[in-house]
């Protein structure tokens, strides 16, 4: 097997389309070993760390003029460099690999397999860059790698970074890209952060918000949009990147006046759709919550169903009595029991919800925050959990954006399962 072709002289390492803003020409002057991003969305984040993975690896190859070595009995080719790109899941590695090969020029790329297992890039020179999600730290094992860029790195475990890809930079003394938008006073911002705050041990922060990526057309009007419709926790931190502790109530913006539907609960024919989000349980309450979803995108809460230890018999022949009552179109179900969902799928229609806690959670806010959201008065227990559900409070490090545990939550996850699905765009939805 031939050694593989030197990077072409005199070849601009990005391609023409990437032209960094003064935030990002600013994190790519900066030669600490570990960098971090913190930036709102859309903010340029990702793609100035795809950018900055390739610049960086040519400047490994030029100082440490390593050669790849090619193996004559398996034929296997060895890296002469080696990185890595983690994603919070292998399914969030899609726009990290997208930028880097939006940013990389066509003439340092051998090979591009985004779809092989993991995804992977080999550039000229012997470079070689994987893409890995984090579902699975213990999964994450390398003999040692050059350098690795962590994308959206507050989503992740902790042991993802301080247990798993930590050590593999020691050997080769390598370096570290964090690229995220924060979600509270974490691991991320006790272990990570801090230290570039006060510039310790050779750390460095860089900090820009949506609206400070002039790149992007319309930005100006698309952040007041949003500053119009999310409430302002979500806005400051998605939008200005602030680490602002979700403190106490999660549905503080809930007001009965606003949301409570009083009355007599409506038909199933005024609304568009029907649908049902489900929470499984038998120790634990189970729950069904029963949305009506109207023409201009708007969702009522017509109904509860919540009872403990009810045997899978009796709950099969709820989900066939509300299917046939309220003309439920799909049930959007709690993913961790595919046994159940087979037993509901016999008398109704069930689908996995996706079990995204927080952008459920959002979701959810967002409806209340806009008054697209409703719930009728008769669903007592769905009414107490939303305002007594709180933010987890850590002991060390402060609030945390997560709920905390202990609670009593089956209804609103029943509840985040239905309106998360719906409210997603319909591309996304079939995934």
């Known amino acids: 097997m031939a050694a593989p072709a030197s990077p072409p002289a005199r070849v601009s390492i990005w391609t023409d389309s990437y032209r960094p803003t003064s935030h990002q020409r600013r ?13 709102g969305r859309r903010a340029g984040k990702t793609l100035a760390s795809a950018a900055d993975l390739v610049a960086r690896a040519y400047l490994d190859y030029a100082r440490k003029q390593h050669r790849a070595v090619v193996t004559d009995r398996s034929r296997t080719r060895r890296p002469a460099l080696h990185y890595w790109i983690v994603a919070p ?7 990290p690999l997208r930028c880097l090969h939006d940013v990389t020029s066509p003439a340092l790329i051998d090979e591009w397999r985004a779809d092989s297992n993991p995804p992977h890039v080999w550039l000229r020179g012997g470079i070689l860059i994987e893409g890995w999600g984090a579902e699975h730290p213990e999964r994450l094992v390398s003999v040692g790698l ?9 989503a ?9 890809l930590r050590p593999t930079l020691t050997e080769r003394r390598g370096w570290a890209i964090f690229s995220t938008t924060p979600q509270g006073e974490n691991w991320f911002h006790e272990h990570v952060w801090k230290a570039c705050e006060t510039a310790h041990d050779d750390h460095a922060g860089f900090h820009w918000t949506t609206a400070d ?4 057309p319309g930005i100006v009007e698309e952040v007041a949009r949003a500053r119009r419709d ?23 913006m809930f007001e009965p006046t606003r949301h409570v539907l009083v009355g007599p609960r409506p038909s199933p024919g005024r609304y568009r759709s ?10 634990d309450p189970g729950a069904v919550v029963i949305v009506g979803i109207t023409g201009d995108g708007r969702f009522d809460v017509l109904a509860e169903e919540y009872a403990p230890r009810r045997p899978t018999p009796a709950w099969v022949e709820v989900y066939r009595r509300i299917k046939a009552e309220w003309r439920v179109r799909v049930y959007y179900c709690d993913p961790s029991r595919p046994d159940m969902l087979t037993e509901l799928r016999r008398a109704a229609s069930g689908v996995d919800a996706d079990n995204d806690v927080l952008g459920g959670l959002q979701a959810v806010a967002t409806l209340f925050h806009t008054g697209r959201l409703r719930i009728h008065e008769s669903c007592t227990h769905l009414l107490r959990t939303l305002r007594s559900y709180r933010w987890r409070e850590h002991p060390q490090h402060g609030t945390v954006e997560e709920p905390a545990p202990g609670q009593e939550d089956h209804l609103i996850d029943a509840l985040r399962y239905a ?4 409210t997603r765009p319909a591309t996304l939805r079939a995934l």
């Open 27 to 39: 994190f790519h002057g900066s030669a600490a070993r570990y960098r971090a991003i913190v930036a």
């Open 213 to 216: 990526n002039t790149a992007v």
């Open 419 to 422: 309106l998360y699905a719906e």
């Open 156 to 164: 992740m475990k902790q042991d993802v970074w301080l247990g798993r």
């Open 274 to 283: 029907v649908v049902a989000g489900v929470d499984w349980g038998y120790v």
């Open 89 to 95: 899941t292998y399914k969030l590695l899609a726009e």
């Open 146 to 154: 050059d350098g690795v860029w962590l994308d959206e790195a507050a």
């Open 230 to 252: 999310l409430p302002q926790k979500y806005f400051r931190r998605e939008y200005e990147a602030s680490f602002e502790a979700f403190i106490g109530q999660i549905f503080d």
